[in-house]
């Protein structure tokens, strides 16, 4: 069984920071490939980071350049560093982890930005 618990979120003014954190239960993580996608109301869910087991990582569009996926397999932890944020980067965070055909969701975390 896997759990993921995402921590970070909150409150902050464009322009801030954020980092957001998921441990991950299980002994597989550092075989697994991690992510971070988000949902903000009427959206869809989109991807937003993935790091691979072998670090490969890949960045949607509209953060590419102000966010940075990084993961600790010592501590089964991923991260996703956030900078520059804007309004639009408002939405739930959500950590997942990818094993196989299998995939498995955090319970999210919320970011809101707001001045």
């Known amino acids: 069984q896997v759990q993921l618990v995402e921590s970070g979120g909150g409150l902050v003014q464009p322009g801030g920071s954020l980092r957001l954190s998921c441990a991950a239960s299980?002994?597989?993580?550092?075989?697994?490939?991690m992510g971070w996608y988000r949902q903000a109301p009427g959206n869809q869910r989109e991807l937003v980071a993935q790091?691979?087991?072998?670090?490969?990582?890949y960045y949607a569009d509209s953060v590419k350049g102000r966010c940075t996926i990084s993961r600790d397999n010592a501590r089964n932890t991923v991260y996703l560093q956030m900078n520059s944020l804007k309004p639009e980067d408002t939405a739930v965070y959500y950590c997942?982890?990818?094993?196989?055909?299998?995939?498995?969701w955090g319970q999210g975390t919320q970011v809101t930005l707001s001045s």
């Open positions: 299980g002994s597989f993580f550092s075989v697994s490939v």
């Open positions: 790091i691979t087991s072998g670090d490969t990582t």
């Open positions: 997942t982890l990818r094993r196989g055909p299998s995939l498995y």
